[in-house]
């Protein structure tokens, strides 16, 4: 495995930019690279190793110094879209917000104007079905090309056997899929419900930027929000340690430049039990934490 590299810091592909590091690791950036992950997927399971495949890393906690097991990060870049099919084609580390703008700008295409702004790769945007003023991700979703972990075979996931849910989808449950490219339906507008929020001025004005990934629990129902319980128990704003929730949006949590894993998950935790004691409501990271089990 000398494609492998060793002891690699990977403190910035997670936006908390907590320090850490990775045992092995290493970057697919095309088709030739996917078939190496065949056969690091033959390594990592002879030798018990987990693998953890990150893209921006806008999605994710890591809560460890050092992960002992393989790295993998998502680099594939690529995408076009037939103005006459209206169909989209995307490599799965290309922005979702990126392509919104480039959609609108080039051919007029307006129906995903919510996603401008949304910090998410295609991949990462159909892993967990992103969500943006009752738009969903699966809205317009058509069919997903995957590398079955497993079975080391490249599969076609139809819209109805990715099984998708509020932010979630077989991909985020399973973890035996890589996604390699997307394809999306943008012949008609789908949503959940309408809506005429501004989503451009709303991040400008109501999200904060720098160490984030944005909104950290989920919504626990439609009627009730995981900022707003947070800020009931008098915790916007709060800093512990080095980590915080934002000022300007309670459901933000954020790093200082300095901030451990450690300091954000006393933070994560005491969130969740004012929360708990006060109106018997779990909150359920929609972030993934990452343990170097």
């Known amino acids: 495995m000398d494609f492998l590299q060793k002891d690699v810091d990977i403190t910035n592909l997670s936006n ?3 320090r850490a590091f990775a045992k092995y690791y290493f970057e697919i950036h095309d088709r030739q690279d996917v078939d190496k992950l065949t056969d690091i997927i033959d390594f990592a399971s002879r030798e018990e190793l987990p693998l953890l ?4 890393g806008t999605n994710m906690l890591f809560a460890f110094d050092i992960y002992n097991w393989i790295v993998v990060k998502n680099c594939l870049k690529w995408w076009t879209y037939d103005p006459e099919s209206k169909i989209l084609e995307a490599y799965s580390s290309e ?10 700008n080039d051919f007029w295409q307006n129906l995903w104007h919510r996603f401008i ?3 998410w790769t295609i991949a990462g945007a159909v892993f967990g079905n992103a969500w943006c003023f009752w738009l969903e991700a699966e ?4 069919e997903a090309e995957v590398l079955d972990l497993d079975s080391r075979q490249c599969l076609v996931l139809s819209k109805t056997d990715m099984s998708f849910w509020y932010r979630s989808s077989i991909l985020k449950e399973s973890w035996k899929y890589f ?6 339906d943008l012949s008609k507008k789908i949503e959940k419900y309408s809506s005429d929020v501004d989503n451009i001025e709303f991040r400008e004005q109501k999200q ?5 990934c944005w909104s950290f629990f989920k919504n626990p129902n439609r009627e009730q929000s995981a900022w707003l319980l947070i800020e009931k128990v008098w915790l916007k704003g709060y800093k512990l340690w080095w980590a915080y929730f934002s000022e300007k949006h309670a459901n933000f949590l954020m790093s200082d430049w300095v901030a451990t894993y450690k300091d954000l998950l006393d933070l994560i935790k005491l ?12 909150l359920m990271p929609e972030v993934r934490i990452i343990y170097n089990k």
């Not at 996604?179 to 999306?184: D, H, L, T, V």
């Open 117 to 119: 702004g949304l910090p």
């Open 95 to 104: 922005a979702i917000s990126d392509i919104a703008i480039r959609l609108e």
């Open 139 to 142: 809205s317009n979703f058509f």
């Open 271 to 282: 969130a969740q039990d004012k929360v708990k004691n006060e109106f018997q409501v779990d």
């Open 208 to 212: 904060p930027k720098w160490n984030t």
């Open 179 to 184: 996604i390699i490219k997307a394809r999306f």
């Open 16 to 18: 908390f930019k907590t």
């Open 53 to 56: 495949f990150v893209s921006w």
